[in-house]
């Protein structure tokens, strides 16, 4: 089986990778500077690999894309499943998934171009200066991209939530957002954490949109109108051009790769597992 | 009950107003939810189409220019090697000084000289001379591109009011510019160089056509490794595999490969293929290697989806007439799977179309002047292009960017539209 090789080469991979970089000080260092180490002889020749930094980068983007797309993904899984007539809902929805389809460089452009500076230009009307490259911007195009897969797969679990839960609600007199708030969410919430989980799980691997818009250099800071990097805009930064290819520059790249991999894959088998368990709680 | 009697006292009836608004109020909100997502796809597409649109024609000046054999070739021997190695430049300079005589210093000259497209203007002079050495000595008219900041002011996309020093061109060029435009000796007509040349040091004469082509052999590459490893894997792990914890793992393993950030796929196909098995860098070859681990299981996924989809009866009454378990499966289930399955190819496909982050990790960003013409030389992609153009910072790259990405969208809607037209024209509901 070709998945299975794939998979078994990953392990491998990451194994061989984690062995040549002191895994405590990648976790714990603050320092990312992966560009030193010309020469041999040279100081701070390994150069710094903290990977604080980035992780905090990855983090904040990855927090404002969910509140961008969480509201914003949620309220239309609600209008879809409870408001919407059958007619919008058929037109509605490809139109929103049309959203998941566009390829991840375009949105980097888009963030580059076009919202990055029109939030450079509304902050500086309001009196800060703020760069255009920015985890806002980039946070914010992401969450426009991930309200595809909130909406969708939280409209299928709300679909699931059965009928006799909202019949009984509706017969106590409930109004449709009372009997949406109090009956069928909490229902569905696990459902719906699972769809959270999923949009985390490709902010944080998202590349291009960050790579475009987010800046390079890492920045130890909590202020999100700053540039921020992210663990994949430092592979693309470390990976594009040539160098020797067991340097310890290149291999932060992988030890940062294997990080996302393991990250992601924890994240997608949680969700996964919450989503099935509760559609095993209804069926 | 004919007399009206209040239901409920004053309270009740407060409180249920309260609830009414609360209702109308998040009735709202979710409609503004959907309104706003709406309007996010259409400021895209607006924004897309508004900075894109302008790359699909392009400005030229029409000039005279002399060959002066003086310049040209100077032994007069008419060798056409000595000639393809004449410097154009010069000739070219004559020709627009000789257009504007009053402009006489230096930094009148430089300004003159940069309305053109040199290096547009000298290859088409050359390539004129290379066809014809007998031209050497008369007069011949051309047409070159204008230079990307020329083609910008025309355009719009440069503010004439703003003070002089804060924008590309001066007050004297756009004095000459609008004197050219006003003669007809600048004209604007569709942008061929877009969709035929390659990528370029000067936005006006750089192409998509590398990348498309790069692009194509990418998906051409993962179209026949993807396709039918993911069938047949389908095919083994829905018909005939045994139920198992084996059989399990693998499951659950292509669900989360699915799941798994592509640029994971791209340090994969870095480590396992450009390092491990040395294969060339850049190369379409490697690039569709990666995209087609990449789809693999989004094909395997929509593959045993369509198959699962195909009702039992039908493989039974193959069986009962004594089909054998294999020919049951090939001869009845698969074509009958077909259109879901293809439906499943042709998305991943867009997929991976779309993909640039595993390209950039094998070193598909290279700048490519020629169009790729085997699987194992430089190529770009078309999304690798989208994003090296964007990253540069004059404004004519840009509006490149744009007409990219309008081309990779529309390939993409394509493509789309031919998987949901499969699906309703073919598929059977049982």
């Given at each position: 089986m070709t998945t299975l090789g794939i998979f078994l080469s990953l392990i491998f991979e990451s194994l061989r990778f984690f062995a040549q970089v002191p895994p405590l000080d990648f976790l714990t260092g603050l320092q990312w500077s992966p560009q030193t180490a010309m020469r041999e002889d040279q100081a701070g020749q390994s150069g710094a690999f903290g990977a604080v930094p980035v992780f905090l980068g990855t983090l904040m983007i990855t927090g404002v894309a969910m509140l961008v797309a969480l509201p914003i993904g949620l309220m239309i899984a609600f209008y879809l499943a409870e408001y919407a007539p059958a007619r919008m809902r058929a037109a509605v929805k490809p139109a929103v998934e049309l959203l998941a389809g566009v390829p991840t460089v375009v949105y980097g452009y888009f963030a580059l171009l076009t919202v990055g500076p029109a939030i450079r230009g509304f902050a500086e009307a309001m009196g800060f200066a703020v760069p255009t490259q920015s985890a806002v911007a980039a946070g914010a195009v992401m969450g426009i991209m991930i309200i595809p897969f909130i909406s969708s797969l939280s409209d299928d679990v709300i679909n699931a939530v059965p009928q006799s839960l909202r019949d009984g609600a509706y017969a106590l007199g409930a109004t449709k957002s009372e009997t949406l708030l109090r009956v069928v969410f909490p229902a569905a919430l696990p459902g719906i954490v699972g769809a959270f989980l999923l949009g985390v799980s490709r902010a944080i691997g998202e590349t291009m949109i960050v790579v475009m818009a987010a800046g390079r250099a890492a920045n130890l800071s909590a202020n999100p109108f700053e540039a921020m990097t992210t663990v994949t805009v430092q592979i693309v930064a470390v990976l594009t051009g040539d160098q020797e290819f067991d340097s310890p520059k290149t291999l932060s790249a992988f030890t940062l790769g294997i990080t996302l991999f393991v990250v992601t894959l924890i994240l997608n088998v949680i969700a996964l597992i919450v989503v099935r368990s509760y559609r095993d709680r209804y069926e | 009950m004919t007399d009206a009697r209040p239901l409920a006292d004053r309270a009740a009836l407060a409180r249920i107003a309260r609830r009414r608004r609360g209702e109308a109020a998040f009735r709202t909100a979710s409609m503004a939810a959907v309104v706003a997502a709406v309007a996010m796809l259409g400021w895209l597409l607006v924004t897309l189409v508004g900075s894109?649109?302008?790359?699909?024609y392009q400005h030229v000046i029409t000039l005279d220019v002399a060959l002066d054999p003086s310049k040209l070739d100077p032994t007069g021997a008419r060798d056409p090697a000595e000639l393809q190695k004449a410097s154009f430049r010069p000739i070219l300079q004559s020709a627009i000084y000789g257009r504007f005589p009053e402009a006489t210093g230096r930094d009148e000259r430089r300004e003159l000289f940069a309305l053109i497209s040199v290096a547009g203007a000298t290859d088409r002079l050359r390539r004129m001379v290379r066809d014809d050495p007998a031209l050497v000595g008369t007069t011949v008219r051309i047409t070159a591109p204008v230079s990307d900041v020329v083609d910008q002011l025309l355009k719009g996309r440069i503010d004439r009011k703003v003070d002089a020093t804060l924008r590309p061109v001066s007050d004297r060029q756009i004095a000459w510019i609008d004197a050219l435009r006003a003669s007809g000796e600048i004209k604007a007509r569709f942008n061929a160089t877009f969709f035929t040349a390659t990528d370029s040091r000067d936005p006006e004469l750089a192409g998509i056509a590398s990348a498309v082509v790069g692009s194509a052999m990418a998906l051409a590459v993962a179209l026949m490794l993807a396709a039918p490893i993911g069938i047949a894997a389908a095919l083994y792990l829905e018909?005939?595999?045994?139920?198992?914890r084996i059989t399990d793992i693998i499951e659950i393993n292509i669900n989360n490969l699915a799941a798994v950030p592509s640029i994971v796929f791209g340090l994969l196909g870095l480590a396992v293929f450009l390092s491990f098995f040395g294969l060339p860098r850049s190369a379409p070859l490697v690039g569709g290697f990666v995209l087609a681990l990449m789809t693999l299981p989004t094909i395997i996924i929509a593959a045993r989806s369509a198959l699962a989809a195909v009702p039992p009866s039908i493989a039974a009454a193959a069986l009962s007439v004594g089909a054998s378990p294999v020919q049951a499966v090939f001869h009845h289930k698969l074509p009958l799977a077909a259109p879901g399955i293809l439906t499943g190819v042709i998305i991943g496909m867009a997929r991976a179309l779309g993909e640039t982050a595993p390209l950039l990790m094998i070193g598909m960003v290279a700048f490519v002047t020629e169009i790729p013409s085997s699987l194992t030389e430089p190529a770009s992609a078309l999304p690798v292009q989208i994003f090296l153009w964007s990253d540069s910072p004059e404004r004519a790259w840009a509006e490149r960017a744009s007409a990219a990405i309008l081309v990779l969208l529309i390939v993409l809607g394509a493509m789309n539209a031919a998987a949901i037209f499969l699906r309703q024209r073919l598929e059977k509901r049982w």
């Open positions: - | 894109g649109a302008t790359a699909f018909e005939f595999a045994p139920k198992n």
